[in-house]
């Protein structure tokens, strides 16, 4: 009787925290459609996150029309606030962390505050050669942003990975869709797809991006074991991580044209690589707003056959994709 009583509060919370939640996704939503960017979210949480509740008019009134849009902002700033307090107090509540979908607030409200010796000093990506698994082992848990050029290119994946290739692997493997549905995760960015069946049913003249065509880009993580296996036959770790790292039992794919993922960080366990397939990518990292006053933002170009090795958790990121290029990624984590 204790553990179903339990279990209808647990809901209960659930269910609040979960209308309060949509609010946010609406919040979230209305901003980013009135021209509110990613930037502008990331300094509002951070400012919440310090109880700061000023905006400064010279510079919003430059970029935005007036007063609504500062008052939407400090409205934002003290609901941040409002969110941490709501979801600390439910999770004491439970005893557990209920599950909650991803929202821009909701992570910035609980991030923890960054160790700027992360990016201070850091100036540019640190670039390797050939390197060796001895050579790598100083740097293979740093927060240094790395590349390693040309790291990818004996890998088979470089001639056989397609768009069609990748759409052939799940059309024929059975429960390849259901896996991504029930138990991966699918990214759309800016697409109207809503599952990788949409995205593997797009007429040929916008796969190729053809003149009027929309253009797309779209990610996902991969967790079918056939599958996967199927996919690794053509790739590999990359041969200068530790021995003895820890790697994940799924790999992301990306795909597609113009910008990729627009500024972020991830909300993952481990450092992350990502190599270079096809296409030309740009790189533009930025720190963590907590770590404004000490590091800067970089940017580096990234060619087929590289491998870029970056904790996602600690950088902001967006990639834009060389213009009229499709771009071609397979990613992964390591720790």
């Known amino acids: 009787m204790a553990e179903s009583n339990n279990n209808d509060m647990c809901k209960g919370k659930q269910k609040n925290v979960q209308i309060l939640y949509k609010k946010f996704v609406i919040l979230n939503r209305d901003l980013l459609n009135f021209g509110v960017s990613i930037e502008e979210l990331k300094e509002i949480c951070f400012k919440g996150r310090k109880a700061v509740c000023t905006i400064q008019e010279s510079k919003k009134s430059a970029r935005h029309s007036g007063l609504t849009v500062a008052v939407t902002l400090v409205g934002t700033v003290l609901v941040s606030i409002l969110l941490k307090v709501i979801l600390d107090s439910v999770m004491n509540t439970l005893g557990t962390r209920c599950l909650l979908p991803n929202n821009y607030f909701i992570w910035e409200a609980t991030r923890p505050e960054t160790d700027c010796s992360m990016c201070k000093d850091v100036k540019t990506v640190l670039v390797f050669g050939n390197i060796s698994r001895d050579e790598f082992r100083n740097y293979a848990y740093s927060s240094r942003p790395m590349l390693a050029k040309g790291a990818a290119l004996h890998w088979p994946a470089m001639q056989t990975f397609t768009y069609h290739?990748?759409?052939?692997?799940?059309?024929?493997?059975?429960?390849?869709?259901?896996?991504?549905?029930?138990?991966?995760?699918?990214?759309?960015?800016?697409?109207?797809?809503?599952?990788?069946?949409?995205?593997?049913?797009?007429?040929?003249?916008?796969?190729?991006?053809?003149?009027?065509?929309?253009?797309?880009?779209?990610?996902?993580?991969?967790?079918?074991?056939?599958?996967?296996?199927?996919?690794?036959?053509?790739?590999?770790?990359?041969?200068?991580?530790?021995?003895?790292?820890?790697?994940?039992?799924?790999?992301?794919?990306?795909?597609?044209?113009?910008?990729?993922?627009?500024?972020?960080?991830?909300?993952?366990?481990?450092?992350?690589?990502?190599?270079?397939?096809?296409?030309?990518?740009?790189?533009?990292?930025?720190?963590?707003?907590?770590?404004?006053?000490?590091?800067?933002?970089?940017?580096?170009?990234?060619?087929?056959?590289?491998?870029?090795?970056?904790?996602?958790?600690?950088?902001?990121?967006?990639?834009?994709?060389?213009?009229?290029?499709?771009?071609?990624?397979?990613?992964?984590?390591?720790?």
């Not at 996967?228 to 991580?241: D, V």
């Open 165 to 335: 290739f990748l759409k052939e692997i799940y059309q024929n493997v059975a429960g390849a869709y259901e896996s991504i549905e029930e138990e991966c995760q699918i990214l759309t960015f800016k697409t109207e797809f809503k599952s990788l069946e949409d995205v593997f049913a797009m007429p040929e003249s916008r796969v190729l991006l053809k003149e009027g065509e929309k253009p797309w880009y779209v990610g996902w993580s991969n967790c079918h074991p056939e599958v996967l296996a199927i996919m690794r036959e053509h790739y590999s770790i990359p041969h200068f991580l530790p021995e003895d790292a820890e790697h994940a039992h799924m790999d992301y794919i990306f795909i597609g044209y113009q910008q990729g993922a627009v500024m972020h960080i991830d909300y993952i366990s481990r450092l992350m690589w990502q190599a270079q397939l096809r296409g030309h990518k740009t790189w533009k990292l930025v720190p963590p707003p907590d770590c404004d006053h000490i590091c800067s933002g970089i940017s580096f170009r990234v060619e087929p056959g590289d491998i870029v090795l970056l904790d996602t958790r600690q950088w902001y990121h967006d990639t834009h994709i060389d213009a009229g290029e499709m771009s071609l990624t397979i990613s992964s984590e390591y720790g």
